[in-house]
Structures are given as C-alpha cells and as structure tokens.
C-alpha cells in the first residue's frame, strides 16, 4: 500500500524501493476496513470493477454484533450517519419514544439491508443513496484523502489482504517502483544514528534517504534498530492472540451478507468475513483464559464440518503502539507502528492514514523536526482514540456471564473515558464529547455502540418530553418504508459481485 500510494502521489520526483523476503510471510487476515479506504482506491485512480474481483472482494455496510448483550441478541453498526429531527438524532428521540426493541432497525437503513443480504449498488452500479439524497455530483474517481470525509460513503470493503498485496504490487511496479525480494541482515546506521543503508543477503547493501519499516509486529527498523519503545495498550485491551481459518464456501448457496460480522465469546469473540469464494473466520481472545488449542477448538466448532482439515494460522498480537513512529529517518507503517486489536477493522484503516499524514508531512532536505512532531501526534492520536473506541465495547456489553466478560467492567480504562461515560449517561454523546481529536470514528458510532451493547444507563434530552413528536414519527416511518423499497429493488450481493466477476 505505501509503495503504491506514494508512486501515485509523488510520481517520478522520487524513487521508491521495496525490499521485502520470500521466507517472511505477511500475517493475510485483515480482510475487512471501514469506509475511508475508498479514498485510498479512488486516489490511486482504481475503480472498484478494476480491483474488486482479483481480489475476491465484497462490500461491508457495517459491523453485526452478535451476542454482544446476551446470547441470541445482535445489532448492526452501520456506515450510516443519523437522521436529526428537530435538532435531536433519532437516537435521543428513540430513547424518548421507543418504537421497537431494535434501535439500529428504527434508525437506520443499514439494518434491514444486511439482514436481506442486498448490494449496496444496482445491477447498473448506481449506489442506493441516490434514490433518496440529493448529492452534488461526484466523480467515481476523485482524489481525496481521509481529511475530506464531508460525507458518511455508506461501504467499506472485505477482500482477500494476500491478493490485494499482489495486486498492489503489480500496480506500483508498473508505475516504477523498483521490487527487491530478498533478506535484509542487518540495518546499518550512521554517526548520527539516522539509518544509512540496508544490508541485504543478495542485493548487498541497499542506500535511501527516508526508510518505510513494514515489517510488521517485530518493528525491525524502528523498534530493533532504532531502539523506539513500545507502549502495550494490553493493560485496557486484554485480548493477544488470534487463531484464524479460511473456509471455502459456495456463496451462491450460502449467500453474501454485506457486513462483518463479530460473534462474543467465552474469551473474546470470532470475526466472520464473508468474500467471494470463501470465508475468513477467526477468534480473537486474551490468553489469560483460554490457551491457544482451546481457541482453535472453539472455532473449529464454531465453523462446523467445513473447517475439518482446514489448517488453522495462530497469531501473536502486539497490542498498542510505538512511542514514536517517525524517528531520525525511518517512518513505520502498520503493524510496527501499533496495532489496536481487529474488532472495528482498524489495521488498514491506520496504514491508510500513516501513508496519507507521511505524504502531507513529507520532509525536504532540512528535516524539519516540527514535520516529523506533527506527524507522530496525528498517529498517536488516531491509535488512542481508537483504543478508547474499543475499550467501550467491552467496558459496556451488557454480557457477564462468566470471569472475562465480568472482568471488562472493571479493568483499567483510558484517561478521560471514565468522565466520558458518567457524562453519558445524563447526555448521549456528541461530536463535542467524544475522543477530540480524529481517530476515524463519529458520535453515531459511539451513539449505535452504547446503544447496541446495552450495558449503560442512557436517557434520552428531557426537552423531548416537552416537544410535538408529529415529524419524528413520520421520520421514524420513513425510515421503514425506505427500508422495505430498497429491500424490494437493490439485488443481492452475490447476484452483483457474480456479475461483477
């Protein structure tokens, strides 16, 4: 992703070199982003019919909670802004009137069409929206990047990170990116300690001016031969291990659900992706109560017969973030940057935006130390926020049904969310009191996760008991009508991506 962003960014003016090794491979599971990736696609000037089938992709319209609140029990995280009647979300005024059990179905569209498995596109690749919002007209391939989010784009992407990779590979190659496979023994660093060259096993020593570290959770630039420390986020976030499965399925039969979806468990919980062709199944849970066979059992029953045979792929993660991520000249990217567990798809969401805030705090021949301070607060503030973000799924899931789930509610929590949570519940959050500054998520998805998790005493603004609710019942009725029609029209998502293929 870096190799091709910035051959498309900076072009010619630079000359890029990706040294990587055939022995080490790439851990291939984070299958699933939120919905500003678009804008990593649309700035390499890539239309979805380009990519989208080599990779075996599919859309994600939002996250399904299941078992979150009580086993049997689900909810949808959507990519879908809220609806204000009268200057209240339809949060508060769902509190206020209650018209159903199902907060996500009475508020959003979202719910409805995942649960009917629909494509967020017609057959003549039209997206739904415009059925009911008048937009300005935008060009299919304008470049934009996370800071132009004016709008909430109703889908991410889930595809196949492996292809992807060759994919991306192949596309930053052919716009002159020079594609070295070969061992790096050692890492070489001047009198100054910036890092001169690399020595490799067959190319020999390999020279540059900035040096990318995507080497994953071993950081072996930054934290090895830069010596960065790294801040574990594991005393909030207990979960450090993964075991995953790739499970061929037909999906003509089964069906495509345009979501991820995240199924809470005994000691954690299991990410269900559905792509075309198969699906990426895995259980994230915290070692401390649970061993590693134990978690491949568990999943294993949890795919049924099909995961029989299947090699599973166990997973160390490093949970938190290094102190710093640029340091003299080396810049990490991804996982040996930080890394805050998988639950809201955030692992390509923060090579996205480390590669975007790297090109708009790119250094010239000074250096200057106040790009490189800037750069390292943006990412930290995005890795913080994020933790935060996923703390509160844990902090607030109503679940308690055995020591890891009753142990979440008193485990240690972030500076600043505990006031957070007590202003909560007298107010719903908003843009003002949520994390301050950019990590990705609105006050809706805190608004849908509170909701949802059913953990937290919430009320809805007591002005609402004084006002005429006549707009807000026909809004929420809109709502279900719209719901219905699109239901009706949109195809299924398989029927979309078959054609698509």
């Known amino acids: 992703m870096t190799a091709a962003y910035l051959r498309a960014a900076l072009g010619d003016s630079i000359d890029v070199t ?25 700035y390499l000037g890539l239309p979805e019919t380009e990519w989208m089938p080599k990779c075996n992709a599919t859309y994600k319209l939002g996250i399904r909670f299941e078992n979150w609140r009580h086993k049997g029990h689900y909810f949808y995280h959507p990519f879908e802004r809220l609806r204000v009647v009268d200057g209240f979300p339809l949060t508060d005024w769902w509190l206020q009137k209650k018209p159903s059990d199902r907060f996500d179905q009475d508020v959003f569209l979202m719910s409805a069409i995942c649960d009917a498995e629909r494509s967020p596109r017609y057959l003549d690749g039209r997206l739904f929206e415009q059925d009911f919002v008048e937009q300005r007209e935008v060009s299919e391939l304008e470049r934009t990047t996370l800071a132009e989010q004016n709008t909430q784009f109703p889908y991410a992407y889930q595809f196949d990170a492996s292809l992807l990779a060759d994919f991306l590979t192949e596309y ?69 291990s993964a075991v995953a499965l790739r499970v061929p399925v037909d999906m003509e039969v089964k069906g495509l659900r345009p979501c991820t979806t995240a199924t809470a468990q005994e000691a954690g919980w299991i990410w269900t992706i559905p ?24 999943l294993r029953e949890f795919v049924g017969p099909e995961a029989d045979e299947l090699e599973a792929n166990h997973i160390r993660m490093r949970v938190g973030r290094s102190r710093n991520s ?71 899931a109503a679940r308690s049904d055995n020591a890891y789930w009753r142990d979440a509610k008193t485990r ?31 006050s809706y998805s805190y608004l849908s996760m509170l909701l949802g998790l059913g953990g937290l005493d919430l009320k809805p603004a007591g002005a609402l008991a004084l006002m005429d609710d006549t707009r807000v019942t026909k809004e929420f009725q809109l709502i279900k009508d719209q719901a219905r029609e699109l239901v009706q029209r949109l195809p299924s998502q398989y029927e979309y991506l078959a054609q698509m293929h």
């Open 412 to 442: 240690a929590i972030p500076d600043g969310l505990a006031a957070r949570l007590e202003a909560w519940q007298a107010k719903l959050p908003t843009q003002e009191t949520v994390f301050p500054h950019y990590h990705g998520f609105e």
């Open 326 to 396: 640029w340091v003299n000249n080396c810049v990490a990217i991804g996982l040996s940057s930080g890394f805050v567990e998988p639950l809201e798809s955030t692992g390509i969401f923060f090579i996205q935006h480390g590669i975007e805030e790297l090109v708009k705090h790119f250094p010239d021949a000074t250096w200057d130390p106040r790009l490189r301070d800037a750069y390292n607060q943006a990412v930290a503030n995005v890795m913080d926020g994020v933790r935060e973000f996923l703390v509160l799924h844990y902090r607030c």
């Open 275 to 298: 792509l075309f062709g198969r699906i990426g199944t895995g259980y994230v849970y915290a070692g401390d109560y649970i061993t590693p066979d134990e978690a491949e059992r568990t």
């Open 172 to 240: 930053a190659t052919e716009r002159g990116a020079r594609h070295i496979e070969d061992d790096v023994l050692e890492v070489v660093r001047d009198e100054r300690g910036w890092i001169s060259h690399l020595r490799t096993r067959e190319h020999g020593d390999i020279a540059g001016d900035l040096f990318i570290d995507c080497t994953g959770f071993r950081g072996m630039l930054l934290n090895q031969a830069l010596e960065e420390p790294f801040i574990s986020y594991q005393d909030t976030l207990p979960n450090d």
């Open 18 to 42: 990706l040294v990587e090794s055939r022995r080490i491979k790439t851990i291939g599971v984070g299958e699933a982003t939120f919905s500003t990736v678009r804008h990593f696609f649309d």
